[in-house]
């Protein structure tokens, strides 16, 4: 019992000292983001490579039949059905890369750049899940609504037309149809 005490107070002391730092910033969150979406990316991308020189190894070394009878499997099958394969794994990584870069360059579109390609690493378990949590979690919280979601460049306030005047201006000559 007195283990299970002194463990507590050194998770309570930790946690008091945690508490103490600064919170993390939306601004820091987005660049976070940013390297994880990169990192799933180059890890994938590397996966991918490994995946199609293995195989593409295996599949060029198959020997000829013991008997002598068959041959070897024909190599522009196996060529084809692995560029089909490799393409498709690297299609998998394309998204990453691009919601890595549109979150570092605060692209207004990153927002969903990165919710399709967090969806898209969801498939690829266990860091590509955490990848997509981590967006999911992020993006759809009040601080990533609010770095994404405001204009850059504010409205002129209302009531003041191009004359100038402080009303608003109304052309009553243009009327929407009557659709009755």
């Not at 306030?157 to 243009?174: C, H, K, N, T, Y």
Request: net charge positive; with cysteine.
């Amino acid at each position: 019992m007195e283990l299970f005490r002194s463990a507590s107070a050194v998770v309570m002391q930790w946690r008091w000292r945690s508490s103490d730092r600064e919170k993390v910033t939306p601004q820091e969150h987005n660049k976070y983001l940013a390297y994880s979406h990169l990192a799933y990316g180059a890890l994938t991308f590397l996966f991918a490579i490994g995946f199609l020189v293995m195989f593409g190894a295996m599949i060029f070394t198959i020997p000829e039949t013991p008997d002598g009878r068959g041959s070897s499997p024909p190599p522009a099958f196996f060529f084809i059905f692995l560029t089909f394969i490799g393409l498709i794994y690297f299609a998998f990584t394309i998204p990453s890369f691009i919601a890595g870069y549109a979150l570092l360059k605060r692209k207004r579109w990153a927002r969903t750049a990165s919710i399709v390609a967090g969806v898209i690493a969801a498939m690829f378990f266990p860091i590509g899940t955490a990848v997509c949590v981590y967006t999911v979690w992020f993006l759809m919280s009040e601080p990533g609504k609010l770095l994404y979601d405001t204009p850059t460049t504010p409205l002129p306030p209302l009531g003041q037309g191009s004359s100038g005047q402080g009303e608003l201006q109304q052309d009553s000559a243009i009327t929407p149809p009557d659709w009755r």
